[in-house]
């Protein structure tokens, strides 16, 4: 493998696809591999996704896994790193983006690096350092409901200042609207003050290709998927249909939903209301120790071949703190990806190649449970959410990986139309 350009660290996997899915749309060719490759890949590509499952664990194994995976992107030759987080700045006060992005400042002895998570083409941006999920505050968009990171701070100035021993500054819209040299003074009268992490306001697109150049040499960006639209242009690429080229589809068609994002329960409602067949999987059935993911494959075996399934852990805020009352915060969600990952895997091996998948930590589940490494990254089907190729055990396979906060309601149904 030549050199690559940009190297990116995603802190889980729905979050490297969509990082991934904005660099190829804007003329990279992308390779995605989950966790950090053993050496070399032998793809010619312009940028390299290290897809982590390090948002919700300790803050000591995220900043380790992180380092892992910069130092295989250093040693391909990247000319410049990314980390990535989700757009709604899913953390806690303990991290894990300012531990990660910390120590990847030390290991790059830069002082000074962005962060921000705007993504406006998903309803995602910053004004005076808040942040927006459509037309309200982060606090106020359902992620304060969130089971595992509840975010009821919509200042990331804020939150960012919590998580690091750096001082968090911001690069304001007024900045930002006046472009690459309005921006980089900005940046130097902040380094001025000691402030090693800026917030960046961006509530455009336009925002975000202004905020690219200003960029360009900076051994470090951090940011969700929104900055990467920028960024190519730095290194002399434009966009090009070529770089999202994937094989043709075929096969069985099915959908495993773990998110319980406001989003992907409306995907689930659409879905089942469409008439197609959907099967809940039940948390207490599992821990009471039933079968559940045998029992599931049974169900699906006969429905496959009359088009796409849906499987769904997917639940409303209320019933899930029900059933993280009876079994634990952090013993319901294993239960339930290891469920789905096992459900996955069954799948595949029924002759399913086109496999949609939602949310982050279900996509993580499933993608390490299906033994795959690396996925190339081809056409977008919403703002965030491409389809991938990948190689399996059983065979290749198309799938994507939904965050869950993204798509449109029609999504699941939506995606398979959308495979060459």
Not at 240 to 262: D, E, I, K, M, R
Request: include cysteine; charged fraction near 15%; glycine fraction near 10%.
């Amino acid at each position: 493998m030549k050199t690559i350009l940009l190297g990116c660290i995603a802190d889980d996997f729905t979050g490297a696809t969509d990082l991934a899915n904005n660099l190829v749309r804007a003329g990279m060719r992308v390779v995605q591999t989950i966790g950090v490759p053993d050496g070399p890949l032998a793809a010619e590509v312009d940028a390299v996704v290290v897809a982590l499952k390090s948002r919700t664990i300790a803050p000591s194994e995220a900043v380790a896994q992180s380092l892992d995976a910069l130092a295989w992107l250093q040693a391909q030759g990247a000319q410049q790193i990314y980390f990535k987080y989700c757009s709604t700045f899913d953390s806690t006060a303990q991290g894990n983006i300012g531990p990660v992005t910390e120590v990847l400042m030390d290991a790059l002895q830069t002082d000074f690096s962005i962060a921000t998570p705007a993504f406006p083409d998903n309803g995602r941006t910053v004004f005076k350092g808040h942040l927006f999920v459509g037309e309200v505050l982060l606090n106020e968009s359902g992620m304060q409901n969130h089971p595992l990171t509840p975010m009821t701070d919509p200042n990331l100035v804020r939150v960012m200042q919590a998580q690091t021993r750096r001082k968090v500054g911001l690069i304001d819209h007024k900045a930002v609207a006046q472009g690459e040299a309005a921006i980089r003074a900005r940046i130097d009268a902040l380094r001025a003050q000691g402030v090693g992490v800026a917030i960046v306001d961006a509530v455009s697109n336009d925002d975000l290709l202004r905020l690219g150049p200003a960029l360009k040499g900076m051994a470090l960006v951090t940011g969700g998927s929104g900055v990467a639209i920028g960024l190519p242009a730095n290194f002399g690429l434009a966009p090009s249909l070529q770089a999202s080229q994937l094989p043709t589809a075929t096969g069985l068609q099915a959908v495993v939903s773990g998110s319980c994002s406001l989003a992907t329960n409306r995907q689930v409602q659409h879905f089942i209301a469409s008439g197609r067949p959907a099967l809940a999987i039940d948390p207490l059935r599992i821990a009471s120790g039933n079968d559940v993911a045998a029992e599931a494959l049974a169900w699906a075996a006969p429905q496959l071949a009359g088009g796409p399934v849906l499987f769904y852990s997917t639940a409303d805020p209320a019933a899930v703190k029900t059933v993280q009352g009876q079994l634990g915060v952090e013993d319901a969600g294993a239960m339930v990806e290891r469920t789905l990952a096992e459900i996955s895997r069954g799948l595949v091996g029924l002759g399913v190649r086109q496999l949609v998948l939602a949310g982050g930590e279900t996509s993580g589940a499933c993608v390490q449970a299906l033994g795959i490494t690396q996925m190339k990254i081809g056409p977008q089907i919403d703002p965030g959410v491409p389809w991938c190729h990948a190689v399996t055990g059983n065979g290749s396979v198309h799938l994507t990986l939904k965050s869950g906060n993204f798509g449109t309601d029609d999504f699941f149904s939506k995606a398979f139309t959308l495979l060459p």
